[in-house]
């Protein structure tokens, strides 16, 4: 990796540790407000050592200070994380710059990065590829090599198996895309019957672009995977989002279908991780950033429904806009705010903390710093109550 610019100091390049307060048996409304216990920080300006030169479709305009096209291809923002139980983390970068038009020249990538929250800084340690070298995928690639890009798919969400496979979810099909530990695709991209993205190319499409698979968790066994739509479908009450259990073993969606009612139907949703076989962490979000960022909050859904009003039960366990920072890890006020457009990562560190990430949407967002490129920052935060998530996620 090389970075063309080390990160300022203070809030512009922070690692975000986040803890939650876990409910207790007898769920909360919400949960007390969550400290921000680390801040760590990858610059903006990082890059692929060696890697092929990208955004060469961004026209060459000027954003934030920063004009494409890169000699090599930036890490930028991340839209999927999961826990490697040593420090360090895979992230997952999305589909590049925005849309299947612009991002032909950004290949897929899991990174493998190490926070120092001592030091407040991200060193990115390693990383693959993601490939179809079997030829799985059944339609045209941009890349005759067969390695994927965001013209391809545009991954958001990723899940580590037990056996040291990825899933990870697409928001192009929307697709689930299950890969080896070589970052290479085991089998077709697995459509959700009834559901089609403009970018689909079986046409008729019946949800909004860059609206599909935003979410993916994991259940404690490894099971079930539970593929979150970012988007409503046609014909579905606004605000609702279909959460869609699939089984793992016979590689097909079980039917089960749940609905994650927004705040607000102009939110989207971030990133969704189970916490046991029931609950899970949801990021949702406004779609502001910087001074116009007001709604970025963790919740813990419940599929139980104990209200019985058809949608998952939701308790409010961290709002990212209002962190005590009595430790003044992030500045001097006290109080620390996660202004970015998109908070896309959350993962549970122990039991009352969580780490979470945004994605800068390279170079394109600014919420930290008017005028500059966001970083990508890495904060944990501690929760007032425990979560009570099942062991096997604790280890």
Request: glycine fraction near 12%; charge should be negative.
């Amino acid at each position: 990796m090389r970075n063309l610019r080390r990160a300022g100091a203070g809030l512009g390049i922070g690692v975000l540790t986040l803890a939650l307060a876990a409910p207790s048996a007898e769920a909360h409304d919400t949960y007390g407000r969550a400290t921000l216990t680390g801040f760590a920080a990858l610059p903006a300006t990082t890059f692929v050592s060696a890697s092929d030169p990208s955004g060469s479709l961004l026209g060459g305009t000027p954003s934030n200070g920063i004009t494409p096209p890169f000699a090599d291809q930036p890490v930028q923002g991340f839209s999927g994380i999961a826990q490697l139980g040593d420090g360090t983390f895979e992230v997952l970068s999305d589909n590049g710059y925005g849309n299947k038009a612009n991002s032909a020249d950004f290949v897929l990538r899991i990174h493998r990065v190490a926070p120092d929250y001592g030091n407040q800084t991200v060193d990115v340690v390693g990383g693959i590829n993601l490939t179809d070298p079997n030829g799985l995928v059944p339609f045209a690639l941009t890349r005759p090599d067969r390695v994927l890009t965001g013209s391809d798919f545009d991954v958001e969400s990723i899940q580590r198996a037990k056996d040291g496979t990825y899933w990870i979810g697409d928001e192009f099909g929307p697709y689930l895309l299950h890969f080896d530990r070589a970052g290479r695709l085991l089998q077709a991209p697995i459509p959700l019957d009834g559901v089609r993205a403009p970018e689909n190319p079986a046409g008729n499409p019946n949800l909004n672009s860059s609206k599909g698979f935003e979410g993916l968790a994991q259940s404690p066994d490894g099971r079930k995977l539970y593929a979150l739509l970012e988007g409503v479908v046609a014909g579905d009450a606004p605000g609702g989002l279909r959460l869609n259990e699939f089984d793992v073993a016979s590689r097909a969606y079980t039917g089960k279908r749940w609905i994650y009612q927004l705040e607000d139907p102009a939110n989207a949703i971030g990133d969704a991780i189970a916490v046991d076989d029931d609950r899970f962490l949801v990021i949702e979000r406004d779609n502001g950033q910087g001074a116009t960022a007001k709604f970025k909050r963790i919740y813990l859904a419940d599929k139980r429904d104990r209200n019985r009003d058809g949608k998952l039960d939701k308790t409010l366990v961290a709002d990212l806009m209002n962190l005590a920072d009595p430790r003044h890890l992030g500045g001097d006020t006290g109080t620390f705010t996660f202004p970015f457009q998109t908070i896309e990562d959350v993962v549970i560190l122990d039991d009352k903390t969580l780490g979470v990430v945004n994605d800068n949407n390279f170079p394109f967002s600014n919420g930290r710093t008017p005028g500059q490129p966001d970083n990508n920052e890495f904060i944990t935060i501690r929760l007032t109550d425990p979560l009570h998530a099942d062991k096997r996620f604790l280890k």
